[in-house]
């Protein structure tokens, strides 16, 4: 009698649980297929496709991120705020023939300093910002690509890398930082200022 419950029960188990994975591979099936709808629809033009191609290197980064930060603490985290961790071989990436960097006027990887031409764009975006205005993509074509730019916004969850050093940057945070990139420029940001630019690199 007993074996027969515990069958019943590990049986029924098994159902929602097979149940379960139906539900939820088709959920996921259903979002990949409104996600493609949107990448159709949406990204027409190429400032939308370089515009699309950043949102998801941002949700790929933000997620990996969050989830560092969650589970080794804010100071263990700094290696996974990298764009160049990610090889995004995505469909996007390769649909769109893209190539895409973070750069900024106060930076903390060397390699992340913006060039004279988005430094243009950064100086008129922070312009704009002060004024209460609105900032725009921007695309620049050559012979051979289609260059977008993009604002990349400070929001409350980098204030704890980014932020004011000592309160929001936490001591051990602020160590390990330096050790890493002694000359470090991208810190005692607020929330909402312009934290550097996307640029994304498409092939004609
Ligand atoms: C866990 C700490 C941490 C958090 C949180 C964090 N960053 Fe960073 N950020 C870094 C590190 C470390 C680098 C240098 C990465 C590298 O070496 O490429 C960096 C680099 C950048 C860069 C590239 C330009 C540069 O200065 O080198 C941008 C832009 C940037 N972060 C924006 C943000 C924004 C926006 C947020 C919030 C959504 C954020 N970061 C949250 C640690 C962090």
């Not at 029960?9 to 929602?16: G, L």
């Not at 033009?45 to 949700?59: D, I, R, S, Y």
Request: glycine residues 4%.
């Amino acid at each position: 009698m007993k074996e027969f419950y515990y069958k019943t029960f590990t049986m029924m188990q098994k159902i929602s649980f097979v149940s379960i994975l139906i539900v939820s591979t088709t959920l996921l099936i259903s979002c990949n297929n409104s996600a493609q709808k949107e990448n159709k629809t949406v990204a027409s033009t190429p400032v939308e496709k370089g515009l699309n191609f950043a949102m998801q290197t941002k949700a790929v980064l933000g997620k990996a991120l969050m989830n560092a930060i969650n589970t080794k603490g804010t100071e263990n985290a700094l290696a996974f705020c990298s764009s160049k961790a990610y090889h995004l071989t995505d469909s996007v990436a390769l649909s769109i023939n893209a190539d895409i960097k973070r750069v900024s006027d106060k930076n903390r990887n060397p390699l992340n300093f913006a060039n004279n031409e988005e430094l243009t764009y950064i100086v008129k975006a922070k312009e704009l910002l002060i004024k209460g205005e609105k900032v725009n993509p921007q695309m620049t074509e050559t012979n051979t690509e289609m260059i977008g730019y993009y604002p990349i916004m400070m929001e409350n969850m980098c204030l704890q890398c980014h932020g004011t050093a000592e309160t929001e940057v936490l001591p051990n945070t602020l160590e390990k930082i330096n050790s890493i990139y002694p000359n470090d420029k991208a810190i005692g940001y607020k929330s909402g200022e312009l934290r550097g630019i996307w640029v994304v690199k498409m092939k004609k």
